[in-house]
């Protein structure tokens, strides 16, 4: 049952990525920084509970970029 919610979690967190990426090229950078980093993070969360090895750096590394793509999108000046 864990397994079967986690493939859910993770192919929602790969609808987000797709749906963040057409959000971004419709014009919505900040927007579609911000859904990108949530699948980010999503993807990232799945992997690491998947992986036998839990190694900190696999997990730290990919939500530090996701965290900095947030703090990067809602930096950017007269963003729509």
């Known amino acids: ?18 749906i963040g990426v057409l959000v971004a090229i419709a014009g919505l950078v900040r927007s579609g920084s911000i ?16 992986s036998e090895k839990k190694r900190r750096i696999e997990l730290v590394i990919p939500l530090g970029l996701a965290a900095m793509l947030i703090v990067v999108a809602l930096t950017i000046p007269h963003a729509k």
């Not at 919610?5 to 993770?10: F, G, I, P, R, W």
């Not at 859904?35 to 998947?50: E, P």
């Open 1 to 18: 049952m864990k397994q079967l919610q986690l493939k859910y979690y993770k192919l929602l967190s790969q609808v987000l990525m797709v």
């Open 35 to 50: 859904i990108i980093a949530v699948g980010l993070i999503g993807i990232t969360l799945t992997r690491f509970i998947y």
